[in-house]
């Protein structure tokens, strides 16, 4: 792999980079018809009923697992870390689908089940690595990601320029303060960012899908929460219907 020391710089400088003809696309086509027929997955329709997302997909099948594998690999290369997933999900954008609200990842309070707030992702520990893969090109017309540099901070900080409603949507007053690089890719190349990225996507106003699959990756040595993660989830006693999601 090259341009480890580039990858590394970006992201040292602005929180997130691209990574370019990872997968080739007989790989992609086969991850898309694992997803297609994927058992065991949770699955969430936008307000006009379009597919948005399915959720815990990431072994349901041979080349969702070797993505998962290349991806940690990756991840190894770039930050001489170990990886591991901390949730999942492919965001399914149709023509006509909903983009998502400006936001950072996983700041925000969710009430547990037992009526106790806890502090979003950061219940869990505090280092998050987002993975973007492309199923289809992203562009602009089909609502690809924009992603601004990353903010700095700890949670309590970050939170402050939050709506504060349940979601980890940005003030728009900070969202207007900042700005977005849209992220052209083709299918099969990567963005890999921090959470702390506030980024947003606009609707798909092309004829065409924009599917991309969305993983977190967490430091192995700080423990697995991925079970947990998604236990939480469907506990979580907030009004809002997405609230562990990290999505508008």
Excluded at 192 to 202: D, G, V, W
Aim: aromatic share 12%; with cysteine; glycine share 6%.
């Amino acid at each position: 792999m090259n341009n480890i020391e580039t990858y590394k710089n970006k992201y040292k400088n602005n929180g997130y980079f691209i990574v370019k003809d990872v997968f080739d696309k007989n790989t992609i086509n086969k991850v898309i018809s694992e997803i297609d027929v994927a058992q065991d997955v949770q699955k969430y329709t936008d307000k006009k009923g379009n597919l948005r997302r399915i959720e815990r997909l990431y072994d349901k099948g041979i080349y969702l697992k070797k993505i998962n594998s290349s991806v940690l690999s990756i991840l190894k290369k770039i930050f001489d870390k170990d990886f591991t997933i901390f949730k999942d999900k492919c965001n399914s954008k149709p023509p006509g689908g909903e983009g998502f609200f400006a936001h950072y990842d996983g700041i925000f309070l969710f009430k547990n089940n037992n009526g106790k707030k806890e502090k979003g992702w950061y219940k869990y520990t505090d280092f998050f690595i987002n993975v973007l893969i492309a199923l289809d090109d992203c562009n602009k017309e089909n609502g690809t990601i924009e992603i601004s540099n990353a903010h700095s901070g700890d949670f309590d900080q970050l939170l402050l320029n939050t709506k504060q409603n349940g979601t980890p949507d940005i003030l728009n007053n900070i969202e207007q303060s900042i700005d977005f690089e849209p992220i052209e890719l083709k299918a099969g190349d990567l963005t890999i960012f921090s959470n702390t990225c506030p980024h947003r996507s606009k609707k798909n106003e092309s004829s065409v899908n924009r599917r991309t699959l969305y993983y977190t990756y967490t430091l192995l040595d700080k423990g697995s929460y991925y079970h947990e993660y998604f236990i939480d989830k469907s506990q979580s006693k907030n009004l809002t219907s997405k609230s562990l999601s990290g999505e508008s």
